[in-house]
């Protein structure tokens, strides 16, 4: 499959967020690999398979609610709160009528899992560098219990550590619902937002992976922003954009390098819903996939 096609498809998502976004005044800046392929030549990356965006918290919160709403079909918002089994963390909006399987998420995995563009909140990162270390360790091990209450498998997890954690607190993970959960994870990655900090981050996805650190930025990098072209459309980025891409990237960010995808080995299908794979109407074939 060519991956344009998959990033035209991604294109079609963004303008739904766009709409949504421009209706109600909120806030969103292109983030990640996405801006960075905007501010080199106002495209993706040609190897980029998603678009990810970044929202301030209060943006973010008031995005959720009108898109619950707003949507149309297929495109569907997918969190924690509503889609069981989901359990990123994080918040994706999908084509439903689309597949983007990732290869460690089938045949187990029953939620949404159409063509996907992510997008991140933006929370006040903490002063201390002890607390913001532990805030990092709680995101990660409530992530971790929202993939065990999934997956219902401790072979996924490398560390004997948190497999005996896990084996411990089976019967109280497995009667509390997926939601409380999901909640904590939220919880922690919000806790900054009491403070005066003058920093924020993307906190929950840094919890996301244990290696991950925190990167703060400005909050003044967030205040304002621009419309620049992105491949046939616009999209908003931060009127600082070289700040957030020096944090994210290092210095010597316009030099192209292929970099580890997060996601891992997606299967992709733009003309066939997940369901009909799900359902085993059709099989997949990783080794005609994309990554």
Known sequence: MDLKEV???????LEQVKIICERH????????????????????IPWDNDIDLAMPRKDYQKFIKYAEKELPEPYYLQTGYKDKGFYSGL????????????????????????????????????KSPKLTKLQLNLLFFCKSVLKYKS???LKTFSSYTYKLCMFILTPFIFILPQTFF?????????????????????????????????????????????IVAFENTTVSIPANSEIVL?????????????????HGEIFFDL?????????????IDYTNGEK
């Open 7 to 13: 990033q035209k498809v991604e294109l079609l998502i």
């Open 25 to 44: 005044n909120l806030k969103y800046f292109a983030d990640s690999g996405t801006l960075l392929g905007i501010v080199r030549n106002n495209s993706f």
């Open 91 to 126: 918040l994706k909006i999908r084509k439903s009528d689309t597949t983007a399987i990732l290869k460690d998420q089938f045949p187990t995995k029953k939620f949404n899992q159409g063509v996907f563009l992510d997008i991140f909140p933006l929370d006040k990162t903490l």
């Open 151 to 153: 997956t219902k498998s």
């Open 182 to 226: 999901y909640w904590c994870f939220e919880f922690w990655g919000r806790i900054g937002n009491i403070t005066n900090s003058k920093y924020c981050d993307k906190i929950l996805f840094r919890g996301y992976h244990k290696s991950k650190k925190i990167k703060p930025m400005p909050l003044e990098c967030y205040e304002s922003s621009k």
């Open 246 to 262: 020096t944090s994210l990237y290092g210095s010597d960010y316009m030099t192209p390098r292929q970099e580890p995808d997060d």
């Open 271 to 283: 003309n066939n819903s997940y369901l009909r794979y799900l359902n085993n109407e059709l099989k």
